[in-house]
């Protein structure tokens, strides 16, 4: 797995080191926002649901020619998970806010006004906040008489975020059209799984993971510089 992250961090690098050599080079500036529906990977398992939010940021591309260059961004993602009740009125929520930090391979295809593309690549993160959404004592569960306490998991509902800090593996697909040369208009659909746990993940712990994974759906817009 270290090999595979210092691949996906080198790589953009390598791949626009090479093609500069032979093409012309395109800075594009721009922004995005969109829609996430997350849940967490949690060891043991609890019963979940995806939960959404909104994400929004902005990005420098720099791309070659032919099929390959290199993107950066920096975004507001909301994250975090639901609980699954099945048919019961009890709900709860937990957002995580994280600003993040992608940078990514970017490879292209198609004509002059319409291409596809993926992106490819690691990304860091820092919670800068979280919030809980109930209409029940989640700090004590049990004392709801319709809480469903058979086989689940409650330790997480009131278990307080250790670790800020996250990193993982992200990767995109989308397409773009381009207006008038320096104007286009994009939309990906992009998918995040986190390697860090949010909560202690000892052996003493309750969870030995508890990491992120997330869909994300944006629109976007970028400006031709050079």
Not at 90 to 103: A, E, F, G, I, Q
Not at 151 to 158: D, G, I, K, N, V
Request: glycine fraction near 8%; include cysteine.
């Amino acid at each position: 797995m270290k090999k595979f992250l210092l691949f996906l961090i080198l790589a953009p690098w390598i791949f626009a080191t090479h093609a500069q050599k032979h093409y012309e080079s395109h800075v594009h500036v721009g922004g995005h926002a969109g829609i996430t529906m997350s849940e967490m990977s949690f060891a043991p398992s609890v019963k979940q649901k995806f939960t959404q939010g909104i994400t929004a940021g902005v990005a420098i591309r720099y791309a070659e020619e032919r099929h390959v260059g290199l993107i950066a961004e920096l975004n507001f993602s909301q994250r975090g998970w639901a609980e699954k009740f099945e048919e019961s009125p009890l709900n709860y929520s937990r957002t995580l806010n994280y600003v993040d930090l992608p940078v990514m391979t970017h490879i292209f295809f198609g004509g002059r006004n319409f291409k596809g593309f993926i992106n490819l690549g690691p990304q860091i993160s820092y919670m800068i906040g979280s919030s809980i959404s109930s209409n029940f004592n989640y700090e004590d569960p049990t004392s709801n008489p319709s809480f469903p306490t058979t086989f689940r998991m409650t330790e997480q509902l009131a278990m307080p975020v250790k670790n800020k800090f996250d990193y993982g593996i992200t990767a995109g697909l989308g397409c773009e059209g381009i207006i008038r040369r320096r104007h286009s208009v994009m939309i990906e659909a992009r998918f995040y799984y986190g390697l860090g746990n949010i909560f202690p993940s000892t052996k003493k712990d309750t969870f030995s993971a508890s990491r992120n994974v997330s869909i994300a759906v944006t629109l976007g817009y970028m400006f031709r510089i050079k």
